[in-house]
């Protein structure tokens, strides 16, 4: 039988143009990193990176695919490619200065992060959206790989716009024990 193990929880203060999240080490094989309300200041959405002794892995060397569900149409495949430089958790939230601003919460799944082998995760999100001028709820499913042989020891988490913020939210690490 496995049991949860809450390694840390780390809330966005003031306004960051960036996280960063580790404690992921050996002790562990699986760990989970869970986002609660996240916010940003500017229209786009929630980018990350895989980090190494704490720094974020910027390489060209991420193979992602997600597909997009939203309740006001269908299914939308987006965020495929291969060699990029990181990952997309969540795409169009309304920025935060709006009556109607987007709220995002997100679970990833990591794997292999403290062993020298590719390391990926596999993520699900939901986040209500207000851009195109329809307000909807969307989900996310996908996956990345990083196709080095890098310990990792976390995530870099930031607005894919340039100059964007956080404004709220909250991530909390998780491992799992057998």
Known sequence: MSAVVKISSTNVTGTPSSLTVTGITSTYDVYAIVGHNFQTDTTGGINMQFTSSGSPITNANYDRCAIRLSA???????????????????????DDTTQSASVANFVLYLYNFPISEYSYLTQEASYYSGTSGVDTVQGRQGGVVLKETTICDGVYIFPFTGGALLTNGTIDLYAFKQ
């Open 72 to 94: 006001d149409t269908t299914y939308v495949t987006e965020d495929i490619g291969q060699n990029g430089t990181g990952y997309s958790i969540v795409n169009d939230l309304i």
